[in-house]
């Protein structure tokens, strides 16, 4: 099949997807030679998601990415460019050591994040990820591109529809860190940014996914308390 052939059939089944934010990563398989994609949101619009993933592992890289809080989806929206790393293997001058260091423990060899924008509005980023080193042509790089822009009005409007009515919740959904969050931020009496990052702490001391901790607060088997005042008697 020939690659525009590929492509346009992507193309058609990002269309013929009616908007299911669940089928949003699988049309870039059709086309690029990747093992594995996701779709995620994040920053302060829409908050952090990952709304599809082709796979478990695809969503690992998202998971981690989120929780480390650094890795090629951030850079590629802060920066409104690709960010493209054929060859993760022999890489050391990247901005996010800590995702490297943990992602070259996955049979991962390539990585691709591609940012999701709406005109002036950051909506989040397309992880794709390779078994293998492998390297995008100018033409999928714009390609892709022309998906995003699709799938960037695509989840801004399931946001706003989410807003008057339930919206569709994903495997690899991260609501539960939201809530967390809120009953962190009771627990506390702190900001909604604070009360993320404790989360964080208490999931990186045990090595743990973020995910994971935010259940167990929910389930109320994780409570944080104010720090005593000096002289005051803790319990």
Not at 43 to 64: F, I, K, P, Q, Y
Not at 78 to 95: H, I, Y
Not at 96 to 105: S, T, Y
Not at 157 to 179: K, M, V, Y
């Amino acid at each position: 099949m020939l690659a525009n052939d590929s492509f346009q059939l992507a193309s058609d089944a990002l269309s013929e997807s009616h908007g299911r934010v669940s089928e949003l990563a699988r049309p870039f398989l059709r086309f690029l030679p990747v093992s594995g994609a996701s779709v995620s949101t994040f920053g302060s619009l829409l908050g952090s998601e990952t709304m599809s993933a082709t796979d478990a592992l695809a969503g690992r890289v998202d998971e981690l990415q989120f929780d480390l809080g650094e890795g090629p989806c951030w850079d590629a929206l802060a920066s409104k460019r690709p960010v493209l790393e054929s060859d993760l293997g022999t890489r050391t001058d990247v901005s996010w050591p800590a995702f490297l260091q943990e992602i070259r423990k996955e049979p991962i060899g390539a990585i691709f994040a591609f940012p999701l924008l709406f005109g002036p509005l950051e909506i989040g980023a397309v992880d794709l990820y390779s078994a293998t080193p492998v390297s995008l042509s100018p033409q999928q790089q714009e390609q892709t591109q022309a998906l995003t822009a699709i799938i960037s009005r695509i989840l801004l409007h399931h946001a706003l529809n989410e807003a008057d009515t339930p919206g569709e919740t994903t495997t690899f959904s991260r609501r539960s860190i939201h809530q967390a969050t809120g009953m962190v931020l009771a627990q506390l009496d702190t900001t909604a940014e604070d009360a993320h990052l404790i989360i964080r702490a208490r999931a990186y001391a045990e090595n743990r996914p973020m995910l994971a901790v935010a259940e167990d607060v929910i389930a109320r088997k994780i409570r944080f308390s104010p720090l005593a005042e000096p002289g005051e008697d803790t319990q």
